[in-house]
T-cell receptor, first 115, second 112 residues
Framework: GAGVSQSPSNKVTEKGKDVELRCDPI?????LYWYRQSLGQGLEFLIY????????KSGLPSDRFSAERTGGSVSTLTIQRTQQEDSAVYLC?????????????FGSGTRLTVV | QKEVEQDPGPLSVPEGAIVSLNCTYS??????FMWYRQYSRKGPELLMY????GNKEDGRFTAQVDKSSKYISLFIRDSQPSDSATYLC????????????FGQGTELSVKP
């Protein structure tokens, strides 16, 4: 597609439930990133994919968080047993390895609210 | 202490003013410096990108990097109400796979 697409745009879930957030990157972009933006905060790195591999998952806050990428395209971020502190906007970005950081494009994010 | 520090504001200026936004950082190894603009309920969009030290100009926007002081700036000339947004600085190393370290963001409001 023309841009990075994320779904759902908004998600309200009960504490303790599992959620899946989807990211559809720009076609041909090999690198894919997940960030989290809490209220009034900057972006916090979660995980990075190159193709289907995740060379850097150092930002995942706990083992309740996991992510996968299939076919070098769509990625899913899963949060198990959600907690109120997981409430945030989850942003996905993609980039071509040739362009690198200069070609980073973000989606509009998924706004997660845990009640 | 955070790796990248940015005053969250909010900053309010009249239309036509010159705006100065700044970030300081602690890791002297950072080589790539970026400014992103984020409108409400949207993802950040890349505004300016600079490699190493120096100045870069694009229309009304000028980005400056002073690696000796570990300080970066974004200047907006002739500010417009449409410039009202949150501005985030970001930086990275060449071997980090594109992982960016962001400042907290500065909320800017340009009043007509």
């Amino acid at each position: 597609g023309a841009g990075v697409s994320q779904s759902p745009s908004n998600k309200v879930t009960e504490k303790g439930k599992d959620v899946e957030l989807r990211c559809d990157p720009i076609s041909g972009h090999t690198a894919l990133y997940w960030y989290r933006q809490s209220l009034g905060q900057g972006l916090e790195f979660l995980i990075y994919f190159q193709g289907n591999s995740a060379p850097d998952k150092s930002g995942l806050p706990s083992d309740r968080f996991s992510a996968e990428r299939t076919g070098g395209s769509v990625s899913t971020l899963t949060i198990q047993r959600t907690q109120q502190e997981d409430s945030a906007v989850y942003l996905c970005a993609s980039s071509s390895i040739q362009i690198g950081v200069a070609g980073y494009t973000f989606g509009s994010g998924t706004r997660l609210t845990v009640v | 202490q955070k790796e990248v520090e940015q005053d969250p504001g909010p900053l309010s200026v009249p239309e036509g003013a010159i705006v100065s936004l700044n970030c300081t950082y602690s890791n002297s190894a950072f080589q790539y410096f970026m400014w992103y603009r984020q409108y409400s309920r949207k993802g950040p969009e890349l505004l300016m990108y600079t490699y190493s030290s120096g100045n870069k100009e694009d229309g009304r926007f000028t980005a400056q990097v002073d690696k000796s002081s570990k300080y970066i700036s974004l200047f907006i000339r002739d500010s417009q109400p449409s410039d009202s947004a949150t501005y985030l600085c970001a930086m990275t190393l060449y071997n980090q796979g594109g992982k960016l370290i962001f400042g907290q963001g500065t909320e800017l409001s340009v009043k007509p």
